[in-house]
């Protein structure tokens, strides 16, 4: 292996270094999100969580940049989450596209970073069905699992549950 040091020393090099980072990833591969439609002020928001280390690995490989400062993020940081989330994630109302676009960044926990979207619903007249695509990371992980909470006036009326093999969800209302 390395030459002029021992093989004892060799394994402590190995156990000491290099085991603790192979090993720091979680096992975990999941995001979890709220969808908050609220049908008079005719308005939906889209918090999305995501392990930071996990989706920075992901955006760096489609969009090269600079380390992300999620207190200060750049331009660049935030055209590249928007970009990526609105190609990962679809909902429909009604067989109409919600629109999307990126309202705010944020850490909420030690490796969790938040992802919010606005959209306007004022051209939708009613809420009869939801269809949402969300494929979120998983082209980097196979055990990748995507979570949504739905609320319709702040009242929950569904989670739906997305993995590689089931992408696509809908809930008649």
């Known amino acids: 292996m390395l030459k002029g040091i021992n093989y004892k020393k060799q394994v402590a090099l190995l156990i000491v270094f290099v085991l603790p980072i192979v090993g720091y990833g979680h096992p975990i591969k999941i995001t979890t999100g709220r969808l908050d439609i609220d049908s008079k002020e005719k308005k939906?928001?889209?918090?999305?969580n995501f392990f930071a280390d996990d989706f920075e690995s992901v955006l760096i490989k489609v969009y090269p940049q600079q380390e992300f400062d999620y207190k200060q993020?750049?331009?660049e940081m935030k055209q590249?989450?928007?970009h990526y989330v609105l190609n990962a994630?679809?909902?429909?109302?009604?067989k109409k596209n919600v629109e999307f676009s990126l309202d705010f960044i944020t850490i909420i926990e030690d490796n969790v970073c938040q992802v919010n979207f606005i959209a306007d619903l004022k051209s939708m007249d009613d809420f009869e069905?939801?269809?949402?695509?969300?494929?979120?990371?998983?082209e980097?992980?196979?055990k990748q699992s995507n979570?949504?909470?739905l609320f319709i006036d702040k009242k929950r009326v569904g989670i739906m549950q997305f993995y590689p093999a089931i992408p696509v969800r809908s809930l008649s209302l």
């Open 44 to 48: 939906c928001r889209l918090a999305l």
């Open 80 to 82: 590249s989450i928007e």
């Open 73 to 75: 993020p750049s331009v």
């Open 147 to 149: 979570i949504i909470h």
């Open 140 to 142: 980097a992980y196979s």
């Open 89 to 94: 994630f679809y909902l429909m109302i009604n």
């Open 129 to 138: 069905k939801i269809t949402i695509k969300n494929i979120l990371l998983f």
